[in-house]
């Protein structure tokens, strides 16, 4: 077998007689995606940047001759997860699928009808038209059942009975519940009133695959592909909840320790502020607390009504509209990457032996994994969500006669468009996360880039190497470009909220068992995030070099 692969590498590399082979090491290149949960995925981990030349500059400091040449093959199992992320405005600790904003419920009702789809369609005949959205009497069955729910009545027959005897204007229509969620004069909450919050889980497992080979003149190639299964569950709440929640108060001046005091408050609707829970205020009271219109009771009766004439009629929405809200599962293959690179040391003029090594590299996808269907609500893809990329990067490394070792990277990557044709497409600029039709688009997505840092030491402890890595990875807007022009789609509103970034600490420790065979571990660490997954990975690796 030994006898087959030095003949294989040879043919294969160039290989030249009297070399030192062993301990070439993996790592090949920073690896980003068109994914924002699992933006920048590892294939090993040893140091990422290795390009099969750790053995090589640990000799070459010492003055013996090692170009680098050689093979290895990395085998990586990997658990990827997140359940929460920052949102496109920064807030932190969101639900996954509020990242972008909440879906907003009102903003499903009323909209304009786009040319694809008739107004006697199921879809405009339970959501409404734009004749239903300033119409105190609209016709459709939603905002029809939703006004008459909240319009004042004696509550036997329907209604409710408010105090000021009449229906407050802003119940009237569909356009004034929108005026109370855009008018901070009348709600002193965000995103609250008639508005969805979607918990769900990421979950991402399988096995990562690199193979990486160099050749005596400072060129190389690997190959990198992955198999995993995903997992994505969720649920569609009520952003406004009713019950007993314990309200804090705090008490106090600055020369006085401030005191909390707990008080439960009874049968209220109330919403949560990274779990702190705090009383939706009823906006129909004047400077001097005395109802106008409503009691603080009428004011939940109300909210209650709300609920059930939109959240409660999620299913009837989401199976006319075509949406499958079930848990999603996928197993399949991630992205095939390849990369081309080259390296070469120089050893500075110095006291103690110092390597500078520069390096570049192009690189580039196709997507083997599915593409996420759009009419499957928590659906992810495994790869790049169909769409091939090509880039390239470069940067240098620094090391140390200690075998401390500094690095910096910048690169950069672009997407080949592909045609949808049931692109969920907002037809209101106030809606998000749920889009009741669909249309035609071809879908250009936006470079994405990074900037890394790096510390790497081999060998710190005998056959014990560490390194650490910071790493950026930004991702511009995408383009949507409708394949037949209607001016009730809005594909500005998909492509101002494709923009995120992700901020991304990994550390890898490693022991080479023998001269070819060096085993480890590694974790990947959310830093800072802006409308992305603040997802985590832990992996092994085994690292096979010859």
Known sequence: ?????????????????????????????????????????????????????????????????????GLSLSVMPFYNRASYGTSLSGNKNNNLYDLGGRCNLFALLGTQVPSGYSSTSPTALLLGTTNDYDNPNPT????????????????????????????????????????????????????????????????????????????????GASLQIGVASINQTGSLDNAILFGNPVIQSVNGSTST???????TQQNVAYYLVDGVPSVVLN?????????????????????????????????????????????????????????????????LDSEEPVLFVPFISMFGSVDLGNIADPNQFFAMPLGSNGHKSIGGGAGFTLDFSDSFELAAAIGGMSYTSRLEQNVRMPN?????????????????????????????????????????????VGHSKDKYVLINEDPAFLPQVLSERSVWNSQIANLG??????????????????????????????????????
């Not at 009297?18 to 699992?38: E, P």
């Not at 603080?296 to 959240?311: E, H």
């Not at 009741?436 to 250009?444: C, M, R, S």
């Open 428 to 472: 209101n600029e106030n809606q998000a996360v749920i889009f009741p039709y669909t249309t035609a688009a071809t879908i250009h997505p936006g470079p994405s880039w990074y900037v890394s840092l790096l510390m790497n030491s081999y060998h710190f402890d005998d056959d014990i190497s560490f390194f650490m890595q910071y790493l950026y």
């Open 283 to 347: 906006p129909f009271v004047n400077s001097t607390t005395t109802p106008t219109i409503m009691t603080d009771a009428q004011w939940y009766d109300a909210l209650r009504a709300i609920k059930q004439n939109t959240t409660n009629q999620l299913s009837v929405i989401t199976n006319t509209i075509g949406l499958n809200t079930s848990d999603f599962q996928k197993t399949g293959f991630e992205d095939l990457r390849g990369e081309i690179f080259w390296r070469k040391a120089i050893k």
């Open 1 to 69: 077998m030994n006898k087959l692969l030095s003949i294989l590498s040879a043919t294969l590399l160039g290989l030249t007689p009297g070399l030192t082979l062993a301990n070439v090491g993996a790592g090949s290149g920073i690896v980003i995606k068109l994914d924002k949960a699992d933006p920048a995925p590892l294939y090993t981990t040893t140091f990422p940047i290795n390009y099969n030349y750790q053995q090589a500059k640990y000799d070459l400091k010492k003055g013996l001759e090692n170009s680098g040449t």
């Open 257 to 263: 320790p401030p005191t909390v005091t707990s008080t």
């Open 509 to 546: 420790l490693n022991y080479d068992v023998s001269s070819s065979v060096s085993i480890g571990c590694a974790a990947q660490i959310p830093l800072k995030q802006v409308n992305a997954y603040h997802s985590s990975t832990v992996s092994v690796s085994l690292v096979l070099s010859y």
């Open 140 to 219: 459709s069955t939603i905002p029809m059942d939703l006004i008459h729910a909240i319009a004042y009545g004696n509550g036997s027959t329907g209604g409710i009975p408010y105090t000021g005897g009449i229906t407050p204007v802003q119940f009237k229509t569909i356009q004034g519940l929108v005026s109370m969620q855009n008018n901070p004069s009348q709600t002193p909450w965000s995103e609250v009133f008639g508005f969805l919050t979607i918990p769900a889980k990421y979950r991402k497992y399988g096995a990562r695959f690199e193979v990486s080979a160099a050749t005596n003149l400072g060129f």
